[in-house]
């Protein structure tokens, strides 16, 4: 059994611009992939 795809906890932080959101997946070929999302107040 082979792990394809990895998906983490999203993080989410309010602060004075809005709402941050941290996601973070991984896949087999060891890529790690981040993104960083603000949502405005």
Same mark, same amino acid.
């Given at each position: 059994l082979a792990v394809?795809?990895?998906?983490?906890?999203p993080?989410?932080? *309010?602060?004075e611009m809005g709402t941050e959101i941290l996601l973070a997946s991984?896949?087999?070929a060891? *890529?790690?992939r981040?993104?960083?999302?603000?949502?405005?107040k």
């Amino acid at each position: 059994l082979a792990v394809r795809c990895v998906k983490f906890r999203p993080i989410v932080t *309010n602060t004075e611009m809005g709402t941050e959101i941290l996601l973070a997946s991984g896949d087999a070929a060891g *890529n790690l992939r981040v993104w960083r999302l603000t949502a405005p107040k």
